[in-house]
């Protein structure tokens, strides 16, 4: 181990760096994670302290004198009540207090959606923090990223004289009287999908109930739950209060944190709700943008378009925001809360939120129980999955509050590569609409100018490609590291007059608008057509093509997959598939080389289809709750595509399947669940701040319209609840393979509507099921002319096993129980292994010192251990590890009043670890630090089990005793091997 002493003025940095969700296989025995931190605001780190009390919008009474300020079921929060501002008072004195006992000030404070404040905090303050019995959480204030028939609405079946616009009185009432809040970046108010008469003072009529109008500067509209939304037009650069109407009802911006942490220099944005990306303008136009819009683009009519919602109204919280770099662009963790806290206030209906990191977010996010909160309230939340697929356990937003949404694709946007040799190839486009050529083909390669390397000519990046080469041909890119309609840029710059875009793996392809005509091919096509540019004379024909041969919906393959993390495989996610690839829509000119309308694809774009849905869902029925309208989209789905056109089963892909509008709107039955359920939920995973009561629930047990067990040993039983909208009959039916599967009651006799009947799944293995594979399958119930269908997805497990058992001494032995789940049972022992002692000190000024060590591949296990020299002191610190410029894996080590901190980790990931240690007293702590690396190999002394071939039953225990002997004094860990590669850790100290 190596290690380095740092002040305090460099630990902003490197705490946030470090402190990051865990997404990798590795699972600490008992830490808590952290979240993704990049940049910081100053010397110390800016932090999101969350306390536990609960917000303004879950309060359900117990401070003397403030009664509950939870809304009623299908009421969204009142802020403005006497006792609403007595415990809003309530809460920040709290958190003042909170702040002060470790010598912090409060930023921004939080009291509506999630109870909690911003600070700089050096890494001893946030340590103490963490360490508080009253505070669930101390994040980074973390730097999150946008995620990224032809015609989605047409696709989706809502356009069209028997399309479901149509069935809800048309487009003008078409998601009427609610209000759809976008977190994203900002909008471009003068773009023609967002066109509608402005605001003035008249109030409503009877005839137009659901009119905004203004009340000073406040922009009030009554809503179809009876409730009101209240707004403003909040100025700021280029933008005035005017550029509000009738369909962008309010318009606010938060960007405190970001501006805190990016320069001015670094920034290229504007300092208001005006959108300089288009990110925003393409969420919000797509999720409640106007009916029968016209679009074209580079001279190309795309005829016209519409939002899901065109008779919605469009609240914008610009928390996104435009940098001069990718490290630079995108939203501050707090700004983002300060938008959600606000939206909840305003009394949104929906809201979008179209941002998503490659790594998971935990349960005591900010964020995360921010959206619990706008869920308590009615508050329909749909959230992006992620782009970064289709690498399993890529999701993030997984929470059940929220509904999770995966990308698909519609109807393809293609053209035809005619080469000069008669091959002909497909990809896609949207810029080939007449046929062009025959003109010479030829690589970036072979017109480069003299200054350029090759690597960045074959990517046809800036000012690479030679005019004198390039003028009147067709050049062939590759695909990767700058953006794909650059490239296209660079070619027109040097004279060219097409272009053929390589993929140079299996990957997507896209229908950017190119500034010149362009196809964009996958591999291994694109080889061939490589292959064939080589050769003098190669000619090429760019020509339009249909949408046929090409199977949809397909999810995207950069569309993130399951299983969650942090609902340990038990709670499937994405919940839903929408579309998500070639959406076109509104955006910024001054982020899309001056065009009005673009075409992104991304779960970002997959998303604002299904808030927009649900707002024609509260339109029709306002009272329904967000679990409910979930409910209803997913047991009423179909089956995505695969590539060879049968149906896709996926589930880590696409969920439930993907949503159908109308069949949405008359399920049958639903899954319903409150905030109650979800309290229950947080407290089966450990969450411990729950004052109301509730109690726990195993994630596989809450009332989910899917079922998920990730670890089913021998058999299990969940329970789940349905509430009738069609009363009637219904029977179930139920497939699983290889697996027993019963449900009890099988039949359920619903006499109104509004009633709620519970039943079991019992589940068991049968004899010849196969462990570690998983199983997927539907419980369907059918009735009064409906069918309800839940997708089940069930991994059988090999064994249930403890994580880690400690002994002491240099021989001795300690006895476990392991449950098998098969009947081939060996155990395989490795170590005992003891690191060596790297001795260090944790400066007294609020510093730290860093420890390293590695981890080869294949290790099986690793156990690090930090104990102060004098027993007095306290350490505390943070593990981590860095992998190709992400961080792959963090964890808090607590001292936990006096013990020695450490950390379990079952096979690890390789790689280099950094360890940050602090010393909690601010004073000197020298201290000795160990990583006990086991490997397949070597160690001191033996390790043995017996029984080590037993004789087993799958599901009845089995008794191990580990034994070891030999053991010098000091720390040593082993490691006991299951058959599916997962053990128990042996600790003996």
């Known amino acids: ?129 963490h360490q508080r019995s009253d505070v669930i959480s101390v994040e980074p204030n973390e730097l999150l990223k946008p995620t990224n028939d032809r015609n989605s609405t047409d696709f989706l079946k809502l356009s069209g004289e028997n399309g479901l616009w149509s069935t809800l009185g048309g487009t003008a009432n078409a998601g009427k009287g609610i209000v759809v809040g976008v977190i994203d970046t900002g909008i471009w108010p003068e773009n023609p999908s967002f066109a509608a008469p402005a605001l003035d003072a008249a109030p409503p009529t009877d005839a137009d109930p659901y009119r905004p109008y203004l009340q000073g500067e406040t922009s009030v509209m009554k809503k179809a739950d009876g409730g009101t939304f209240t707004g403003t037009c909040q100025t700021g650069e280029q933008f005035t209060a005017n550029l509000c109407n009738q369909k962008v009802i309010s318009a606010r911006y938060f960007g405190d944190a970001w501006m805190s942490m990016v320069p001015p220099e670094k920034r290229a944005d504007y300092a208001s709700p005006r959108d300089a990306q288009g990110h925003g303008s393409h969420t919000a136009s797509t999720a409640a943008g106007d009916t029968a819009v016209k679009a074209s683009a580079n001279g190309i009519d795309f005829g016209e378009i519409s939002g899901v919602a065109p008779g919605a109204a469009i609240a914008v919280y610009k928390a996104l925001w435009q940098g001069a770099d990718d490290d630079s662009t995108g939203g501050a963790t707090s700004d983002l809360v300060a938008a959600i806290d606000q939206a909840v206030a305003d009394g949104v209906d929906v809201i979008n939120y179209s941002v998503g990191g490659s790594q998971e977010s935990s349960y005591y996010s900010s964020i995360q129980l921010a959206f619990r909160s706008a869920a308590a309230a009615g508050i329909f939340v749909a959230t992006a999955g992620g782009n970064s697929g289709p690498d399993a356990r890529s999701l993030d937003n997984t929470m059940p509050w929220t509904t999770t949404v995966a990308a698909s694709t519609i109807a393809p946007y293609q053209a035809d590569v005619e080469l000069g040799n008669g091959a002909r190839y497909r990809g896609s486009s949207t810029s080939v609409v007449e046929a ?14 003299a200054a350029a390397t090759d690597a960045d000519a074959r990517l046809c990046s800036p000012d690479t490609l030679d005019p004198a080469k390039t003028a009147g041909k067709i050049i062939l890119c590759e695909r990767g590291v700058i953006a794909r309609v650059a490239k296209s840029a660079e070619v027109k710059r040097a004279g060219g007059v097409g272009m053929v875009l390589a993929n140079t793996s299996k990957l997507d392809t896209d229908g950017d608008l190119h500034a010149v005509p362009t196809v964009h091919v996958d591999w291994p096509d694109a080889k061939a057509v490589l292959d064939y540019a080589g050769i003098d004379g190669a000619t090429v024909t760019l020509l339009p093509a249909g949408s046929d041969g090409l199977p949809y919906p397909q999810v995207a393959d950069f569309s993130s997959r399951g299983p969650s993390i942090t609902n340990n495989g038990d709670l499937l996610k994405p919940d839903i598939a929408a579309p998500g690839v070639n959406i076109l829509a509104a955006v910024s000119p001054t982020g899309n080389d001056g065009k009005d309308f673009d075409f992104y694809s991304g779960t970002s774009m997959a998303t604002p289809h299904v808030a927009g849905l649900a ?43 993907h949503v159908v509008a109308d069949a949405m709107f008359d399920p049958g039955l639903v899954y319903d669940a409150t905030d109650q359920d979800w309290l229950g939920y947080l407290k089966g995973l450990g969450y411990a701040w729950d004052t109301t009561g509730a109690a726990p629930i195993a994630t596989s047990d809450l009332n989910y319209p899917t079922i998920a067990v990730s670890r089913l040993l021998g058999g299990k039983t969940v329970t789940r609840r349905v509430t009738a909208l069609t009363p009637g009959v219904y029977h179930a039916k139920v497939d699983l393979p290889g697996i027993k599967a019963k449900v009890t009651p099988s039949t359920l006799n619903f006499k109104k509507a509004g009633e709620t009947k519970e039943f079991a799944v019992t589940m068991e293995l049968a004899k010849d099921a ?49 449950t098998p789940a098969v009947k081939h049972f060996p155990v395989t022992t490795y170590g005992m292994v003891s690191g060596p002692l790297t001795p260090g000190s944790a400066p007294a000024d609020g510093g730290y010192t860093t420890v390293d060590f590695t981890v080869p591949a294949g290790a099986k296990a690793v156990e690090v251990t930090l104990r102060a020299d004098d027993p007095r002191q306290e350490l505390g610190g943070i593990v981590y590890l860095e992998e190709n410029g992400t ?33 909690m007293s601010m004073a000197e702590t020298p201290f000795t630090a160990q990583a006990n690396v086991v490997t397949q190999s070597g160690g001191a002394g033996t390790l043995t089990v017996s029984p080590k071939k037993p004789t087993v039953t799958p599901g009845v225990p089995v008794t191990y005793t580990a034994t070891w002997s030999g053991v010098p004094e000091g720390r040593h860990t082993g490691y006991i091997e299951y058959p599916n590669g997962a053990g128990t850790v042996i600790s003996v100290n």
């Open 770 to 818: 196969s462990a570690d594979v998983l199983t997927v399958g539907s419980l369907t119930w059918t009735g009064a002319g409906k069918t309800v269908r839940s997708t089940v997805v069930v991994t059988p497990q090999s064994a249930l096993a403890p994580a880690v058992v400690r002994g002491t001494g240099t021989e001795g032995s300690v006895s476990f129980e392991v």
């Open 1 to 129: 181990m190596a290690r380095n002493t740092r002040r305090a003025s460099a630990f902003g940095a490197m705490a946030l760096a470090a402190a990051v969700a865990i997404t990798a296989a590795p699972t600490p025995a008992s830490a808590d994670p952290l979240t993704t931190g990049l940049l910081t605001a100053g010397p110390t780190g800016s932090y999101i302290v969350t306390l536990a009390e609960q917000p303004l919008t879950t309060y359900q009474g117990g401070v003397d004198g403030i009664a509950a300020t939870k809304p009623g079921k299908g009421r969204k929060v009142d802020t403005g009540s006497a006792n609403a501002k007595r415990y809003r008072d309530h809460l920040k004195s709290r958190q003042n207090q909170v702040a002060q006992s470790v010598g912090a000030r409060p930023g921004k404070q939080f009291s509506v959606a999630v109870n909690s404040f911003v600070a700089d905090l050096t890494p001893a303050q946030a340590l103490r923090l």
């Open 887 to 919: 961080y792959a894996y963090s964890s808090w080590l607590d001292d936990n009043g006096g013990s020695t901190p450490g950390i379990v980790i079952q096979r690890p990931k390789a790689g280099t670890y950094t360890v940050i240690v602090v010393a």
């Open 615 to 657: 707002a024609l869902y509260l339109a029709k029925h306002p009272a329904m709750s967000p679990a409910a309208i979930k409910s209803a989209m997913m047991t009423t789905a179909v089956p995505t595509k695969a590539a060879d056109g049968t149906d896709a089963n996926d589930p880590f892909a696409q969920g439930a399947g």
């Open 436 to 449: 062009l050529g025959p003109k010479p083909l030829a690589t970036a390669l072979s017109v480069k100018n």
